[in-house]
């Protein structure tokens, strides 16, 4: 192992992280979709993280995301009957999106990516200042 | 791997203190033990060489590790050389005292 | 001193070195992690530290021992996992801002090791080749 394994772990987090920064920024686009293929409101999307370990599943080799899940909770109801997308009761389901959720989803991943960053730069700058180990 | 040319307690490498006293004992095959050191110092250098061409095939221990063993390899080097060179300057000046 | 590498200085650093860059290792993991449920930090700690606090064998792997030629059991550091609670409603114990301290830290320490690394093969260098190398 060497410090390119340590790289490699700072990608994975930059990688998961961004993901889910897009995951954030569909929501926020979708906040106020109500009409989907599928049918019914946009649901908000997540992803769920998971520690990656080495094959012999003791070293630590960043993270991955698992999975991208859907959330089912029911968003909230309208009544707006002249509405296109209002139900036979004349409510509109809305996406179960909460802005301000999102914000702070958002702020924290965007902080998470930066750190992941931080940590590359100090694997490359220990690389490099190994490379000057014997140097006239 | 590279950990045996970090090893301090490999002996072949160092002989420093066993040819200066075998030299003021006046036995011993100068030559042979000069061949010896020689072959201590070939080992550590080859074993830098693997340890960079493992760093190249990206398979390699970190990175300092492979700079210290080069520079270790690299000092043994001289270090054996300006052995050779003084033990030499010593017959030189012997043969020349005979004469 | 029996012989250039026995210098104690150099293997002291070098063991510096080799902890350093499995700090870097680990810390670099805390933080891709930073947000995975559940996840609990890891660190380093020597190995002293874990036998006077009665741990038994570490919790997780043992770090190959690059100062070959000595016993087996004086591996110098240790990967572990750090268990202690946290705030966080997901389980996750990754204090982002101290990880970055010690991140940075670790960096400069191994920057600082080099460095004396260098110059001692510097003085050697001076030693063997009289000045003139």
């Known amino acids: 192992m060497s410090l ?29 979709t109500t009409r989907t293929a599928e049918g019914g409101p946009y649901r908000r999307k997540s992803a769920v993280f998971a520690e990656v370990l080495d094959r012999a599943g003791r070293a630590g080799r960043g993270v991955k995301v698992a999975a991208i899940t859907v959330d089912r909770t029911e968003g909230r109801l309208e009544y707006d009957p002249q509405h296109p997308d209002a139900n036979e009761d004349g409510y509109v389901a809305y996406p179960n999106v909460d802005i301000l959720q999102e914000m702070v989803d958002m702020i924290t ?11 590359l730069n100090a694997a490359k700058s220990m690389f490099l200042k190994a490379l000057e180990i014997g140097r006239r | 791997m590279i950990t045996e040319a970090l ?6 490498a160092w002989q420093q203190t066993q040819m200066q006293e075998k030299v003021q004992a006046g036995d011993g095959d100068f030559a042979h033990m000069l061949k010896d050191a020689l072959n201590g110092v070939n080992k550590l250098q080859v074993k830098a060489d693997e340890a960079a061409l493992q760093l190249a095939n990206g398979q390699a221990e970190d990175v300092h590790q492979v700079m210290i063993a080069v520079e270790q390899a690299m000092l043994a080097m ?22 | 001193m029996n012989g250039l590498w026995a210098d104690t200085a150099v293997l002291r650093l070098q063991q510096t070195l080799d902890m350093a860059a499995e700090k870097q290792r680990v810390y670099a993991h805390n933080l891709a992690n930073v947000n995975t449920p559940r996840f609990k930090r890891q660190e380093v ?6 036998k006077r606090a009665g741990a038994k064998l570490p919790l997780a792997r043992t770090h190959k021992n690059h100062l070959s030629g000595r016993q087996p059991e004086e591996i110098a550091y240790r990967v ?27 960096q400069l320490q191994f920057n600082a090791a080099a460095d004396v690394l260098n110059r001692r093969f510097s ?3 001076y030693v063997i080749t009289e000045g003139r190398g």
């Open chain 1, 4 to 32: 390119f394994s340590s790289m490699l772990t700072s990608a994975s987090g930059l990688t998961a992280e961004r993901l889910r920064l897009d995951l954030i920024a569909g929501n926020i686009a979708n906040a106020r």
């Open chain 1, 109 to 119: 991943a965007s902080r998470s990516y930066e750190a992941n960053v931080t940590a």
């Open chain 3, 123 to 125: 003085l050697l260098r």
């Open chain 3, 80 to 106: 572990v996992k750090d268990t202690s609670s946290t705030m966080r409603t997901d389980g996750n114990n990754v204090d982002v801002d101290r990880e970055m301290a010690l991140l940075a830290m670790n």
């Open chain 2, 78 to 99: 001289q270090l054996t050389v300006q052995i050779r060179n003084k033990v030499i300057e010593a017959y030189q000046e012997i043969a020349r005292m005979q004469i």
């Open chain 3, 45 to 50: 700690v020597f190995a002293e530290e874990l």
């Open chain 2, 7 to 12: 090893n301090p307690y490999i002996p072949v």
